[in-house]
């Protein structure tokens, strides 16, 4: 047994607080990783706030990377000394999806917020967030959960590769499937629109036109890549309009998750045009559009469920594509924290400050 600091939160809306947390040495076909870099993410703040409903006590954090310290029975994918990143929803490679391309969509771990591990705090059994729970100075996961990465890449890249940018890079390859000179909107910048609109700059993608409600954003938006910024305002079909003569975008991309976004990205797509639904929302938000609208806009409208990824396959692509300057890294990280800061970083991302926090270990 370790034992390690990590945060934990006690109760829906109470503040995370850094606790001792015991985590058993690994059974067959576990690893246990020494996290050396961890992303503050949003779905981290909707496993607080209400948004989700995890059962508690919860360790937060699952976009994250690290070092292969010790390894169970059985293990074939890692050893000690490995660098790897961490996948949140590794896929069983046996169901009905994930055997008909569609790992992201696995039955065996799709949905589900938090899972108990063995981990306890004095004594008592603890949730890990998305099987992670990586806001700790170790993780106790399983083997599939690790995916290799170049020792050259640094340890703040490796995290945000198992999220926000998977996320978003997959949501523009994957999902949509940007082309050269498609048109594209993006709305919410926080680490996950700001990779999307990475991804379709790196796609050839033009106007790539970032929105926030924020005019703060746009240094961090021109820095991933964006070509426009415009502050949100209910004229903003019109003003997408007007930066794409006048048809609206061929894609957007809404990356907040609330109904008001969905329809603002509805509206400013061109008749044909396809929305793509990144950001997760409430269960009681519900967006209206009416029946003759759905038929005659000719419009797509999907979401896009960890960037319709396979970790196994997209994350060795983005290390790489990192390592290249293809995709940028750098941009999206706009505080380097302490496990004590992560309070703060949450009341950053709920008054929509900032990009990326990363816990640095
Ligand atoms: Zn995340
Ligand atoms: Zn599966």
């Keep these: 047994m370790s034992e390690v600091s990590a945060v934990v939160v006690r109760e829906q809306g109470a503040a995370p607080a850094i606790e ?7 059974g067959s076909g576990q690893v246990r990783v020494r996290v050396r870099a961890a992303g503050v993410c949003h779905s981290d703040l909707s496993m607080v706030n209400g948004t989700l409903r995890p059962p508690y006590p919860l360790v937060l954090g699952h976009e994250a990377a690290g070092e292969v310290v010790a390894v169970g029975g059985d293990v074939t994918r890692a050893k000690a000394g490995d660098h790897v990143s961490l996948n949140w929803q590794p896929a069983c490679r046996m169901c009905w999806f994930c055997t008909h391309g569609q790992p ?44 290799g990465v170049p020792e050259e890449l640094d340890w703040a890249s490796a995290a945000l590769l198992g999220c926000a940018v998977l996320t ?24 996950v629109g700001l990779s999307v609109v990475a991804a ?18 746009k240094a961090l938006a021109e820095a991933a890549g964006a070509t426009d910024f415009v502050v949100a305002s209910d004229g903003l079909a019109k003003e997408i309009r007007g930066r794409t003569s006048g048809r609206g975008a061929d894609h957007a991309f809404e990356c907040v998750g609330r109904a008001a976004t969905i329809r603002a990205a509805w509206r400013a797509t061109r008749r044909g045009g396809q929305v793509t639904v990144v950001g997760m929302g409430r269960a ?14 000719a419009r ?24 290249s300057g293809t995709i940028g890294v750098d941009h999206l990280i706009t505080d380097r924290i302490g496990l004590d800061e992560v309070p703060a970083a949450f009341d950053r991302m709920s008054r929509g400050e900032g990009a990326r926090s990363v816990l640095i270990f």
């Design 20 to 26: 001792s947390v015991e985590l058993p040495e690994p």
């Design 104 to 147: 992201w969509l696995c039955a065996t771990s799709s949905g589900i917020p938090a899972v108990e591990n063995g981990a306890t705090i004095q004594g008592v059994p603890a949730y890990v967030t998305l099987g992670l729970g990586a806001f700790a100075e170790e993780v106790l996961v399983p083997e599939n959960a690790v995916i």
């Design 168 to 191: 978003g890079t997959g949501a523009v390859r994957n999902t949509a499937r940007v082309a050269q000179g498609d048109s594209v909107l993006v709305i919410g910048l926080g680490g």
């Design 200 to 217: 379709a700059r790196a796609a050839g993608a033009e106007p790539v036109i970032a929105v926030d409600v924020s005019e703060a954003k």
């Design 284 to 297: 009681d938000d519900n967006v209206e559009l009416s029946a003759l609208d759905i038929f005659s806009s």
């Design 300 to 323: 797509t409208l999907r979401s896009s469920v960890y960037g319709n990824s396979d970790p196994d396959r997209d994350i060795p692509v983005l290390a790489r594509d990192v390592l």
